[in-house]
């Protein structure tokens, strides 16, 4: 008996499927995976070519179908990868840095403890520079967590910078405490009035397998309370105990935005709005009447985010860095980059927005205001 042709429509679209997966799995051993928009592209071309070629027909209830399959079946999966052939298939920004990249930074980061601390992870200060020194201050996952000092204790002008607390899905914000860790070497050289401390890496399991959170799927940045039982978070605030800051910059990124904004742990007195002057308009995040636009925990609770002026959200959720940072500084706030602006781009806004952060906290700057 001849097979009717429904059977027929069905017969090719499993054996479309079989190909998709194929593909997909090809492409995810390559380390290649960009999900499933790309994957159902290829296919629908590869269905074109063999209808052109007259090897196969398909209507376009059967391709739609495909496709769908196709799609649903090859969205990344989020977080959580065990496996290193799939690295990180989550959520959009992800590929920004890719998993060499990230094993490179690991690397740096021991060879510059190397460099400036000790084995013990005790406070040293180095031979080669008076100003620089490193320690580690626990460990996330078995890995060390760092913290990089410069400059004069003394000086007036102090500032804090953390990163990578959701080193995984929010990667630039590493690669950017990066670059910072290596001008602000430089900088100790000849600059006797300055003061900075840096944690480069907060969440280093979670930046190599791609996740927010940690592997026991905590996310370090709800749990930063004075009472908290996680060694993690204790280990960090002793690392703080005594340390005085006018400004703590806490580095992140908005992975599925287009621009620039801040979250504000208080009022700062337009610190913030004069800060984010230095970009330009179109990147930085707009006001829509208050609201803080499409965040999920600002539909849940309004209340606890707010849009005080282009670029400029404030929110002090317990539990966050930046609240906890307040201790420790007089303004303290997290940067968010927009993930879906090209790297290059991401990188030099986000170092110069940094710069005017912290030349809006100096000292000089702030008797200047007062005075005019
Ligand atoms: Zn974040």
């Known amino acids: 008996m001849e097979p009717s042709k429904i059977e027929l429509e069905i017969g090719v679209q499993w054996s479309w499927q079989v190909v998709c997966v194929t593909?997909?799995?090809?492409?995810?051993?390559?380390?290649?995976?960009r999900g499933g928009f790309v994957d159902s592209a290829l296919t629908l071309l590869i269905i074109k070519v063999f209808e052109n070629k007259g090897i196969l027909t398909m209507t376009k209830c059967a391709k739609l179908l495909t496709l769908i399959f196709c799609f649903c079946s090859f969205m990344p999966i989020n977080g959580n990868c065990d496996t290193e052939a799939v690295p990180f298939p989550g959520a959009f920004g992800d590929r920004a840095v890719p998993y060499q990249e990230r094993i490179d930074i690991m690397n740096r980061l021991e060879s510059l403890y190397e460099l400036y601390g000790t084995a013990q992870g005790a406070v040293s200060i180095h031979e080669k520079s008076s100003?620089?020194?490193?320690e580690v201050v626990g460990t996330s996952d078995s890995y060390p967590v760092y913290k990089f000092t410069f400059g004069n204790p003394k000086s007036q002008n102090r500032v804090a910078i953390s990163s990578g607390i959701h080193a995984g899905t929010e990667p630039l914000a590493v690669v950017v405490a990066m670059k910072k860790?290596?001008?602000?070497?430089r900088r100790a050289q000849t600059d006797d009035d300055f003061y900075m401390v840096v944690y480069p890496l907060l969440n280093p399991w979670g930046f190599l397998k791609g996740t927010r959170h940690?592997?026991?799927?905590v996310d370090y940045n709800r749990?930063?309370?004075?009472?908290t039982v996680a060694e993690y978070v204790k280990s960090l605030a002793r690392s703080l105990h005594g340390e005085e800051f006018n400004i703590a910059l806490d580095l992140h990124g908005g992975i599925k935005r287009k621009q620039f904004f801040v979250i504000?742990?208080?009022d700062d007195d337009g610190l913030a709005a004069r800060s984010l002057s230095v970009l330009p308009q179109p990147l930085r995040l707009e006001s829509v009447s208050g609201q803080y636009p499409d965040y999920a925990e600002y539909k849940r609770d309004p209340t606890r985010y707010f849009m005080s002026a282009p670029g400029i959200i404030q929110s002090n959720t317990e539990g966050?860095?930046?609240?906890y940072m307040l201790k420790h500084a007089k303004e303290s706030y997290s940067i968010e980059y927009p993930g879906q602006l090209e790297r290059k781009t991401v990188i030099k806004k986000y170092l110069e927005l940094i710069r005017s952060f912290e030349k809006e906290a100096t000292v000089q700057?702030?008797?200047?205001?007062?005075?005019?």
């Open 214 to 217: 940690n592997s026991d799927g």
């Open 320 to 323: 966050t860095l930046k609240a």
């Open 223 to 227: 749990v930063q309370t004075p009472n």
């Open 181 to 185: 860790l290596e001008e602000v070497v």
């Open 23 to 33: 593909i997909h799995y090809f492409r995810v051993k390559m380390s290649e995976n």
């Open 131 to 134: 100003r620089i020194k490193a």
């Open 365 to 372: 700057t702030c008797n200047k205001r007062i005075s005019a």
């Open 264 to 266: 504000r742990a208080k």
